[in-house]
């Protein structure tokens, strides 16, 4: 089964791709430009979401179309226009897409609503289920609910399965919006004014439990022409959401009880009602459809997924704050090694003409966010030396003088200019091959490729090479995590001092 994902580069379509991938799918990942991070799959440009966009490329050999790309945002969203440029993408958009599916032979069509179909907010305790009568009110909610109904209309005329599908709102790693802010504010510990919210109760999805169910739809029969709420199915206060939030980050709660219905009043005067209703009112979600005609359940509670959410930023926020000076650091002292090692950078390239006649290595490597780089080095290794990583190579390879250049280290002076060029850093993960599929895998897990790859670090002064994926990549996220300037110092002084090893070979 070959799987298409528009919007492969947004939150909710970046994690399905990647799950789709770890759970052995077939994925073709739709996109407008191909990222700098590449998945492990295949790319397809798709273009603008039109009315007239041609998707007979992209559609070749596909039997289900996630639908998650749309337009979310205008700079003026309640303009007079804003409803037309929402259904240009939302409606006309997704339509066209529809219809070329069927003539592709497309069998199922899932497309990624919103909860603002059914309205803006509940009663408490009166939740939205599958058969409430929708009742968008903005321009976004009623684009979303205009395409359903176009799509549902599709399938009752051709063999399209239809699948629908309206999440709450959606939160986790790399999460951006309002609960973005929410943890930004917190952690900074500003006092939100809305403490004192603590009799409302909202739905939300985690992205992990929202993607399990988009797969458990790609999969289920009885899944087809069907309507789908999807939250976590834990409801929650603003009060207790902030609560979690502060301990997943570990601050200080520093909210105030403010009554909400001053709130109402202070946000109506500023013309913002709209923002107080989302903050105090409620909005429930019924998901016994899904329990019961899917027998899904959600695999992660809410204050797991918002404890994992909160330590993600917060992991992210420490690394980049903890070396904001690594950067000049590594110019400084790249550009020092460079004048000061200049003799032995000539005098190791002579000796290297007449050992091999290629004294340098220049090969192309992962970068940070996966983006190629040709990594130099000196040769320490014949010329002839198959193109893998230096585990899965013979000893008999290196040359004489490579030995030298190994065991001293020396071989790596040249990368310096990587480090210049910015596409290195002194300290880092070391840089891996493209083919080395298992060892990428594993560091996307651990998001170690947020980072620029380095000469040295953790991992070799710890005697961890890539013979072993998941170990390397472990200790890469542990070296990431506690990055400092006291660390960076240890681990190019330790280098410096011939501590820890280089890459290893059979």
């Not at 990942?29 to 397809?44: D, F, H, M, S, T």
């Not at 802010?181 to 985690?206: A, E, F, Q």
């Not at 301990?247 to 013309?271: F, Q, R």
């Amino acid at each position: 089964m070959n799987i298409l994902v528009t919007g492969a580069n947004g939150f909710v379509g970046h994690s399905l791709v990647n799950n789709l991938i770890d759970t052995k799918h077939s994925v073709v990942a739709g996109v407008r430009e191909i990222p700098l991070k590449k998945l492990n799959c295949e790319y397809r440009l798709i273009g603008n979401l039109e009315a007239n966009t041609d998707w007979n490329d992209a559609l070749k050999g596909v039997d289900v179309v996630v639908h998650a790309a749309a337009r979310v945002h205008l700079m003026n969203d309640k303009s007079a226009d804003s409803l037309t440029e929402f259904r240009k993408v939302n409606v006309e958009g997704t339509l066209n897409l529809a219809r070329q599916a069927v003539e592709a032979g497309v069998k199922r069509f899932i497309f990624i609503s919103s909860i603002k179909v059914n309205g803006e907010g509940t009663e408490l305790g009166k939740p939205y289920t599958a058969d409430s009568k929708p009742n968008p009110i903005d321009p976004y909610g009623i684009s979303k609910y205009e395409a359903e109904q176009g799509l549902l209309k599709l399938a009752e005329t051709t063999p399209l399965e239809v699948v629908i599908i309206r999440p709450t709102l959606v939160y986790g790693e790399n999460v951006k919006g309002n609960f973005h802010s929410l943890m930004k504010w917190t952690y900074k510990g500003i006092p939100l004014p809305i403490g004192g919210i603590k009799k409302n109760l909202r739905s939300l999805v985690s992205v992990d439990n929202l993607v399990d169910f988009i797969i458990t739809c790609i999969e289920h029969k009885d899944a087809k022409n069907e309507v789908f709420l999807i939250s976590d199915d834990e409801d929650i206060s603003t009060a207790s959401l902030l609560e979690k939030i502060s301990k997943g980050l570990d601050v200080k709660n520093k909210a105030v009880n403010i009554p909400p219905k001053l709130i109402n009043t202070a946000a109506s005067a500023l013309g913002k009602s709209s923002v107080a209703q989302r903050l105090s009112g409620s909005l429930q979600v019924d998901i016994s459809k899904a329990k019961n005609l899917l027998d899904w359940q959600p695999k992660y509670s809410t204050s797991e997924s918002i404890r994992k959410t909160a330590e993600f930023y917060k992991s992210n926020l420490a690394s980049h704050k903890a070396m904001t000076l690594q950067r000049p650091l590594d110019v400084i002292f790249s550009a020092t090694g460079l004048v000061v090692a200049s003799p032995l950078l000539i005098g190791t390239t002579i000796i290297g003409y007449l050992d091999t006649g290629s004294p340098l290595f220049i090969q192309e490597r992962v970068g940070k966010e996966q983006k190629p780089f040709k990594l130099i080095k000196f040769r320490t290794m014949k010329v002839s030396t198959e193109s893998v990583a230096s585990h899965l190579v013979d000893n008999t390879s290196i040359t004489k003088l490579g030995k030298v250049l190994r065991k001293t280290k020396l071989d790596e002076l040249p990368q310096l200019l990587n480090v210049i060029k910015g596409e290195m850093s002194l300290v880092g993960p070391r840089p891996n091959l493209f083919n080395q599929n298992e060892l990428i895998k594993a560091r996307e897990d651990m998001g170690v490729y947020k980072v620029l790859p380095g000469i040295t670090g953790l991992a070799q002064l710890s005697g961890v090479d890539m013979s072993t994926p998941e170990r390397l990549a472990k200790k890469d996220k542990e070296m990431i995590d506690s990055m400092n300037l006291k660390n960076y110092f240890s681990y190019i002084v330790k280098t410096a001092l011939g501590k820890g090893s280089g890459d290893a070979v059979k």
